[in-house]
């Protein structure tokens, strides 16, 4: 929680907008939490889109249900059990999987939890995830991962430059590896030459014939 509580990123994502319902209504303060309200007033049971930070706390206090928002819903998890891979996540939520998180949170404290929620969100990160690790060691060319990294989310991304930096990383250190070898192979045969010279000299010494005189 205090490492999140000075992350930009999660910052951002408590301030995506999400609906709620109102339980009891507002008295004058209408026009300030729903720019688009006509009166101060709000009757219970209006719906309204407030940053997550806000629906949480409504639903804390029992004045609020959150809805789930659309690329949550029923429609979005057939299109992810058909083909999760292939889904823009970006321009649906950027903080996709925190904003679930949240979401999942402040239903809970409503007590309007969707009990299929939180593990289709764990199944649509699985799947990608995979996706994620294979394409980043083999993608090629620049063309084709920008326009990977433009369907993920926030975090998808993040896990994506990891993955495709521990490939690079590990290639150049492959590379260097074999250079290494090699280098390390030519001075055993330099070695092992010079090693055979010296026992050729030696044997040349022993059996070569006295000179005259001696």
Not at 142 to 160: K, W
């Amino acid at each position: 929680m205090a490492q999140s509580y000075y992350s930009p990123l999660a910052i951002s994502a408590e301030e995506t907008l999400v609906r709620v319902r109102l339980e009891h209504g507002c008295t004058g303060v209408g026009s300030v939490i729903d720019p688009s309200a006509d009166g101060a007033d709000l009757a219970p049971g209006s719906t309204l889109d407030v940053p997550l930070w806000l629906a949480s706390s409504l639903a804390q206090r029992g004045m609020a249900r959150v809805e789930l928002p659309v690329y949550y819903g029923n429609k979005m998890r057939r299109k992810m059990r058909a083909g999760a891979g292939c889904e823009d996540l970006r321009v649906r939520c950027p903080h996709y999987y925190t904003v679930a998180g949240g979401l999942h949170a402040a239903m809970l404290a409503g007590r309007t939890a969707d009990e299929g929620f939180p593990e289709f969100v764990m199944a649509t990160f699985r799947t990608r995830y995979k996706e994620l690790l294979c394409r980043a060691t083999t993608i090629d060319n620049n063309v084709e991962a920008s326009a990977l990294q433009a369907r993920l989310s926030v975090e998808e991304l993040s896990l994506f430059m990891a993955a495709a930096d521990a490939a690079s990383r590990h290639e150049a250190w492959r590379a260097g590896g074999e250079a290494s070898q090699s280098r390390l192979a030519r001075s055993a045969s330099m070695k092992r030459k010079w090693s055979e010279n010296q026992e050729n000299r030696g044997m040349n010494t022993l059996t070569a014939p006295p000179r005259s005189g001696q």
